[in-house]
């Protein structure tokens, strides 16, 4: 049976073989696989002697080689760990000392006094156990401490610090909190000569360190790719890899030569992934220990303890912060809308829109500039730095701009290290002003860029996703407010024009008006002066046109005075003066004045109102 059992543990274990995922995991299996078919081979010789066959015992070298391989693999991969063994079986033995020693010190004062316990009742053995085990209870929490602090002596107090902020990490909303504390706590209690972690970049994912403890560079601008091959396999694996290992071997070799550079600075003996759920959150990178001593099965066990709790905590807190900037950009946009909609001074609309931006993100240089041919004009400017450059009224080349290319490809653009790359002539401007990160967004009107709006911020990398998604509502609302703006000015300018335009009529009517009643007024007067002169004359046709002349005269004055009212009344209020008028005098001169070219037709024209008026 026993055989049959080491068989079907072989069989197991090629089968864990055949399914790991892991180079090093399938070479472990193959190591016992191996040493387990050794065992059964010595079996089989031992039979020997049943087949009538007389070979030497070789269930000595089976054994004997099974140690060798064994021993191998615990030495290679560390398997075994004296020390953590110790620390584990210590508590055990000093309980087992202490409650052996306790009883047995019972037992002899009992014997001393009493003779022996032999012939006492059961139940008062049983009462004796009981207080045993209820002290063993409390006993227990108090060895486990003093094993502790034997073993880990300095670092202790780290440890214990660590399970507290594991503990308190569900409550945890400051990210600041996190980067800062972890690594200096796992430094010290691993004593580790440096530690790094990395997390995903903003805008573009890459991982970059944003924490450091031991003897790592503060100032270090590491990252790795988010699609290296570290990366991918830790997201994949979602377990510890250690470059001395065959995995990270073979990992180090498919990297290019600038993420072997970074492996290279870090100097990382471990990496430690940061995984919640199918998601790397982030990255540990552990040194080697001070004292050059490889981690224990319990140190990495610890490490990546520590690290799914953490990653659970970075995820809770970014969700948390997305959700927070969401509700102050949903908030800063309804101000604008409401800006936007209630004012048509761009300068104004303008200033509102840069305090609201600097409530949700780091903004320390904002610009409107407006293309202008082959220049970029600046037409507003909010800084939080000591610059001349993108002064109002400024004009600078458009060739070589982001403007300009946002202009001609028509999406936004993102610079986020100016320190590191720069595209365009104006970044060597920026940088000089202290500028790290630039966003440049297009302004539309009627699909055609017509400028551009640019966010700058002196830390790099300041800009997210999610941000310049924002900054595009924003530049919307820029777009709708400039494009308010120039018809409300076209407007205005069109109604001064016309303006303008009423006034020169109104004069131009004033004046034609005064001009007129000049020569009308000597045609009225000579007319009265030839209708005294033939009011003897026994003619009827001079009379009747001499009159026509008068009224024709008195008609072209009463013309002449409705536009003279007319005039005035677009510059003041007339008050109307109504009075009866009769009809019949209004009628019989619009009949005398057609009457001379009807007689000269030799035409009648006759009017009877007599009934009717009356």
Known sequence: ?????????????????????????????????????????????DLSPIMGTDIYPGTILANLFFVFLTSIAVLRYHLFDVQVATYRVTPYVAMLILVGGIYASIYALVYHFWGGIENEPLWLHSIFVFLIVIGVQHVWG?????????????????????????EEAQS??????IQTSVPQLINQAMRSSH????????????????????????????????????????????????????????????????????????????????????????????????????????????LMSIANQMALTIENIQLYQASLERESQLTALSTLNKTVSSSLDIQSIYNVFAEELKKTMSVDWASISLIEGNELRFFALSTEIDSSWGQPGTAVPLEGTGAEWVARKKKPLIEPDLARERRFWTGDVHLEQGIRSMVYLPLFSKGETFGSFIVGSSKPHAYTES??????????QLSLAMENARLYSKERSERARLEAMNNQRDDFLGIISHELKTPLTSIKSSSELLSEELSKDKQA????????????????????????????????????????TDIIPTVRNALELCAPPIEKKRQLLAIDMGKVLN
């Open 142 to 166: 108090k060895v486990q401490y003093w094993t502790n602090k034997f073993f880990y002596r300095g670092r202790y107090e780290h440890f214990e610090a660590l399970e507290r902020l594991r």
């Open 195 to 302: 530690i790094y972690l990395l997390l995903p970049s903003h805008f573009a994912g890459d991982f970059r360190v944003v924490a450091c403890s031991g003897s790592a560079d503060p100032d270090a601008h590491h990252s790795l790719s988010k699609d290296s091959a570290v990366i991918r396999w830790l997201s994949d694996h979602k377990r510890l890899l250690r470059w001395n290992s065959e995995e990270g071997s073979l990992l180090l070799e498919s990297v290019n030569t600038r993420e072997k550079e970074t492996i290279d600075k870090m100097a990382g003996y471990i990496n430690v992934p940061l995984n919640s759920g199918d998601r790397l959150v982030g990255l540990l990178v552990v040194g080697p220990k001070v004292d050059h001593h490889p981690y224990s099965w319990e140190d990495e066990r610890l």
């Open 1 to 45: 049976p026993v055989y049959v059992l080491v068989l079907v543990a072989v069989y197991q274990l090629n089968e864990a073989r055949m399914t790991s995922s892991s180079y090093a995991e399938r070479n472990r299996f193959l190591y016992f696989s191996i040493g387990g078919a050794s065992v059964l081979v010595g079996g089989l010789i």
């Open 467 to 476: 941000d310049v998604m924002f900054l595009e509502q924003v530049s919307n």
């Open 172 to 177: 945890i909303s400051d990210p600041s909190s």
């Open 541 to 580: 046709s001079r009379k009747r046109l001499i009159e026509n002349i008068r009224r024709s005269a008195d008609r072209l004055e009463a013309m002449l005075n409705h536009m003279l009212d007319m005039v005035q009344s677009r510059s003041a209020v007339l008050e109307a003066n109504l009075r009866p």
